[in-house]
């Protein structure tokens, strides 16, 4: 059974695209998040929801927006892409707002913008 | 603020030990550690929370030095599976935000 499961694994597009990437997890857990990860490897935090909340919405761009549908989704729209946005997107998860709590990521979409 | 890692890289024969450090310049309200190997996921390791409460392996070790806003992650007779990047990841107070630091990369050879 997959914990977190993220589609689609690899997104290839032109500069100026919109795409989305979808995450669901099964593990019954109130707060979701987004994360980039860059070149570089550094890992940062875009978004968290909690039970379908906003918490946290990190300095991003407007052109993401998040969506979260129901506790078990976050989704993750992206207009007008640009050569920058290419990164590795993971979702994660955790059973609880707080930081005390460990968070189980999905496999990551590698998204490259050409 | 991003926590800083030491080392950045450290290359071990199988059955050595490795230290892996991380500071941060903000009071600590815990700090998590991952690993993650090369294509996929970061993986949970350890979580250490002010107070002296840990979560995690009971292979992996840590320590928690809550004055200094220090963690150290212990990793002893190393195995070639420990291979990968270690991160640690900083939860200030007042900011349930987990911030992700520089990472080491960890090679394990035989």
């Known amino acids: 059974d997959t914990a977190v499961s993220q589609t689609p694994k690899y997104l290839v597009t032109q500069m100026g695209n919109d795409k989305s990437i979808k995450c669901e997890q099964n593990l019954g857990h109130d707060t979701m998040y987004w994360y980039k990860q860059d070149s570089k490897k550094f890992l940062k935090i875009m978004f968290s929801y909690n039970n379908k909340e906003l918490i946290i919405n990190e300095t991003v761009p407007n052109r993401f927006s998040p969506k979260s549908p129901d506790k078990a989704h976050l989704n993750l729209h992206i207009n007008s892409l640009e050569l920058g946005d290419s990164a590795v997107y993971f979702c994660?998860?955790?059973?609880?707002w707080g930081g005390g709590n460990e968070q189980f990521f999905g496999p990551g979409t590698r998204l490259t913008v050409l | 603020q991003q926590p800083v890692q030491s080392p950045q890289a450290v290359i071990l024969r199988e059955g050595e030990d490795a230290v892996i450090n991380c500071s941060s310049s903000k009071a600590l309200y815990s700090v998590h550690w991952y690993r993650q190997k090369h294509g996929e996921a970061p993986v949970f390791l350890m979580i250490?929370?002010?107070?002296?409460e840990q979560k995690g392996h009971d292979k992996i070790s840590a320590s928690f030095n809550e004055k200094k806003q220090q963690s150290s992650l212990y990793l002893t007779a190393s195995q070639l599976s420990y291979s990968g990047t270690y991160f640690c990841g900083n939860v200030n107070f007042g900011n349930e935000k987990l911030t992700f630091g520089t990472g080491t990369r960890l090679t394990i050879i035989p």
């Open positions: 994660a998860s955790s059973p609880t």
């Open positions: 250490l929370l002010k107070g002296g």
